[in-house]
């Protein structure tokens, strides 16, 4: 089949075309950066260089293709962040629209049902209700958890403040995913192309409490009894303008966590938990944050 995935060489991009390539599907891999082209052929995939902003060039590039791979890549130099989510996903449903592509697996996220109030997750609501709206395509959402990697934001404060924290409650249970789970199940799902109609599935990799998280990965740096500390809002987006990260994106993470908190980012997860979860358990991602520890 032709595939087309956006996404560049991204954390889950790239193992899913890595994936389909070693299938023996057509792949090609949209990326904005020139230098990624020989990378993007190294893996057998076909590299098409360009902007999600622009229309024009993801209808050329969709055309043809049996599926797609659609994600909003990440613009922490938007002004309005939920509003660029939202932007790229109609550019996307009217690309796919004029290409004629019947097939979409999108990456979405847990908290998507959520039209406000969930930071950049709300931005992702307004994607699905983009792609829902394409009449006779079909379009399966995945809802991932919280990322692994995101866990990598805390490994300068595990080692300068011997501590991990977040706003997202005393002891609060994280729905938590490898990047790599994710790309297994994307794979899946445009290979089989079995799904018809607007439908979700959720993508998770584990369940842990904040303590247990501190834990093991404070046992893969030498720091077993490492605490996870609970944060207010107002502290976490404060711990976050001063790491220099822009305001606009502290503001909706912040947001995130307290939705988090609430539990309303996982009330639709709650309803639809998957019976399987994905191969990688947290204790498979600890020597990783103990890398990026080491270097903090």
């Keep these: 089949m032709k595939i087309v995935v956006t996404g560049s060489l991204g954390n889950i991009s790239k193992p899913l075309a890595e994936k389909l390539v070693a299938a023996g599907h057509e792949v090609t891999v949209i990326s904005s950066k020139e230098e990624k082209a020989v990378q993007i052929e190294a893996l057998g995939a076909k590299p098409a260089i360009g902007s999600v902003d622009d ?7 969709f055309t043809g293709a049996d599926a797609v791979y659609t994600m909003v890549p990440p613009n922490f130099g938007s002004g309005n962040w ?3 989510i939202a932007g790229i ?10 290409a004629g592509v019947r097939y ?3 990456l979405s996220s847990m908290g998507a049902h959520m039209s406000d109030g969930c930071g950049p997750v709300s931005g992702l609501f307004f994607v699905e209700k983009a792609l829902n709206g394409l009449d006779g395509v079909n379009v399966k959402h995945l809802r991932p958890g919280f990322f692994y990697t ?11 403040a011997g501590i991990m924290g977040g706003n997202y409650g005393e002891g609060a249970t994280l729905v938590i995913v490898h990047p790599n789970d994710i ?3 994307a794979a899946e799902e445009l290979q089989n192309l079995s799904f018809r109609g607007n439908s979700v599935r959720y993508v998770v990799s584990d369940e842990r409490t904040t303590n247990e998280v501190a834990s093991v990965l404070g046992k893969a740096i030498g720091k077993p009894e490492l605490p996870w500390v609970n944060f207010k809002d107002e502290e976490t987006m404060g711990g976050m303008l001063q790491a220099g990260v822009p305001e606009e994106i502290a503001k909706n993470y912040a947001e995130m966590g307290a939705a988090m908190r609430s539990g ?12 399987v979860f ?6 498979s991602f600890a020597p990783v944050f103990a890398a990026v520890f080491a270097q903090a």
Excluded: C, W
Excluded at 55 to 61: I, K, N, Q, S
Excluded at 278 to 283: D, M, N, S, V
């Design 89 to 98: 996903g109609e550019n996307y449903a009217e690309a796919i629209h004029g």
């Design 183 to 185: 790309a297994e199940v």
């Design 278 to 283: 994905g191969k990688t358990k947290l204790e």
């Design 104 to 106: 979409v697996v999108n």
């Design 150 to 160: 995101n866990f990598l934001a805390n490994a300068g404060m595990a080692k300068h």
């Design 55 to 61: 229309v024009a060039f993801l209808t050329r590039t």
């Design 264 to 275: 309303e980012m996982a009330s639709d997860y709650e309803k639809n938990k998957p019976t």
């Design 82 to 84: 939920k509003q660029y």
